[in-house]
Nanobody, 127 residues
Framework: QVQLVESGGGLVQAGGSLRRSCAVS????????QGWFRQAPGRVREFVAAMAWSSGYTADADSVKGRCTISRDNAKNTVYLQMNSLKPEDTAVYYCAGGYGSSRYTPSKGQDEYPYWGQGTQVTVSS
């Protein structure tokens, strides 16, 4: 059973940066994928970024492209989401999620491919 514990988040001014962490335990499959999603008030939850853990292949959403980096620390079993040049529209509850891709090179983008979810943390970007 995969367990995810998130940290980071909070309040930041527009133009600022933020790093979120997600500690992963119970990960065993070579196709394991670590993803980040977010849900703004009144909107559906959307994909932000993902990494296929064993290969390091990554993917990110157009809305954060060029402003977002997903990385991992294998020794700490932790994945990080670094977001720069934050905008008020980045305000949302951010979730890390664990799932399985079709191969070790596939950073899945669909929520249905992620059966494991962290508790979610609010990120607020003030203008």
């Amino acid at each position: 059973q995969v367990q995810l514990v998130e940290s980071g988040g909070g309040l930041v001014q527009a133009g600022g940066s933020l790093r979120r962490s997600c500690a992963v335990s119970g990960r065993t499959c070579s196709n394991y994928v670590q993803g980040w999603f977010r849900q703004a008030p009144g909107r559906v939850r959307e994909f932000v970024a993902a990494m296929a853990w064993s290969s390091g292949y990554t993917a990110d959403a157009d809305s954060v492209k060029g402003r977002c980096t997903i990385s991992r620390d294998n020794a700490k079993n932790t994945v990080y989401l670094q977001m720069n040049s934050l905008k008020p529209e980045d305000t949302a509850v951010y979730y890390c999620a664990g799932g399985y891709g079709s191969s070790r090179y596939t950073p899945s983008k669909g929520q249905d491919e992620y059966p494991y979810w962290g508790q979610g943390t609010q990120v607020t970007v003030s203008s």
